[in-house]
Nanobody, 116 residues
């Protein structure tokens, strides 16, 4: 059973920063891709960032240059550093781990609220 537990969400003013963490049960080496997505009520889940086992990263257009995804294999944790936050970044952020069969495991989500 794979469990992903996010933390680090909260309330921040526009222009501020937050760092989200996602601790994965067991070794994250077995997941070729880890990532973060976000969702607001009434909208589809939006891809924010991914990172491969080799460290290659991708970002959604709306967060490029502001967000940075990273992974610490020793701690089985993936991070999302969010800088220059905007009110439109307000969402529930979900951590994802994708295995070799392209099956995705999801965390329970953490709320990020950016006030103007």
């Amino acid at each position: 059973q794979v469990q992903l537990v996010e933390s680090g969400g909260g309330l921040v003013q526009a222009g501020g920063s937050l760092r989200l963490s996602c601790e994965v049960s067991g070794s994250i080496d077995r997941f070729p891709s880890l990532g973060w997505s976000r969702q607001t009520p009434g909208k589809q889940r939006e891809l924010v960032a991914t990172i491969s086992s080799g460290g290659m990263t991708t970002y959604g257009d709306s967060v490029k240059g502001r967000f940075t995804i990273s992974r610490d294999n020793a701690k089985n944790t993936v991070y999302l550093q969010m800088n220059s936050l905007k009110p439109e970044d307000t969402a529930v952020y979900y951590c994802k781990a994708e295995n070799l069969y392209r099956y995705s495991y999801w965390g329970q989500g953490t709320q990020v609220t950016v006030s103007s």
